[in-house]
């Protein structure tokens, strides 16, 4: 069991430009979520699979961004148009199913920066 | 509307005790975790409440009181690596946290 990964680690864009960002959950997590986090603020959440299946997305979240996860294991995350404000940590967590499973495990992020 | 509030930063003494609070008001309850996260890190886990009352683990205990919408964790023979942001979240529904803004804790020797 490796954990969580995440890639890439950092990412540096220029505003307009799409980004894609990959998350590797543990191999028998069914659930897979994605969060952005702000310096000084906690994690907001963006969206959550369980197995490929998009249950629930985030109001917050604009139509510029866009979450994948074809097959059940690694997910994507896609913001297209990057804006400043975009600037944040992305992560991705994961968890088994289970009635009793609510741990999140999370990963190392993604660190954006839009200039 | 869904709101967690947490103090935004304490100070404390290295072998100190040290309590952290967090009160909460959202639409649904069916936990609350506390997490650690260090500078630059993922959080990580340390304790996870869905009934009134005290866990304990190790150095670390997290109280629960539903009807009040309060928590608190505890952290006991502080250690210098304890230095990191504590997180309060609350699982509004199945899948959802909302999470607090963190308290950074700052210990001294």
């Known amino acids: 069991d490796t954990g969580v990964s995440q890639d890439p680690r950092h990412k540096i864009t220029k505003r307009g430009q799409n980004v894609t960002f990959r998350c590797d959950p543990i191999s028998e997590h069914n659930r897979l979520y994605w969060y952005r986090q702000t310096l000084g603020q906690g994690p907001e959440f963006l969206t959550y699979f369980q197995n490929e299946a998009q249950l629930e997305k985030s109001r917050l979240l604009s139509d510029r961004f866009s979450a994948e996860r074809p097959k059940g294991s690694f997910s994507t995350l896609e913001i297209q148009r990057t804006e400043q404000g975009d600037s944040a940590m992305y992560l991705c967590?994961?968890?088994?199913?289970?009635?009793?499973?609510?741990?999140?495990?999370f990963g190392p992020g993604t660190r954006l920066t839009v200039t | 509307g869904q709101n967690i509030d947490q103090p935004t930063e304490m100070t404390a003494t290295e072998g100190a005790i040290v309590q952290i609070n967090c009160t909460y008001q959202?639409?649904?309850?069916?936990?609350l975790f506390w997490y650690q996260q260090h500078a630059g890190e993922a959080p990580t886990f340390l304790s996870y409440?869905?009934l009134d009352g005290l866990e304990e683990k190790g150095r670390f205990s997290s109280f629960l009181s539903r009807s009040k919408g309060y928590s608190y964790l505890l952290l006991k023979e502080l250690q210098m690596k304890d230095s990191a942001s504590y997180l309060c979240?609350?699982?509004?529904?199945?899948?959802?946290?909302?999470w607090g803004a963190g308290t950074k804790l700052i210990i001294k020797p």
């Open positions: 979240a609350v699982r509004f529904s199945n899948y959802q946290l909302i």
């Open positions: 959202t639409s649904g309850f069916n936990g």
């Open positions: 409440n869905v």
């Open positions: 967590a994961s968890s088994p199913m289970g009635e009793f499973s609510y741990e999140q495990y």
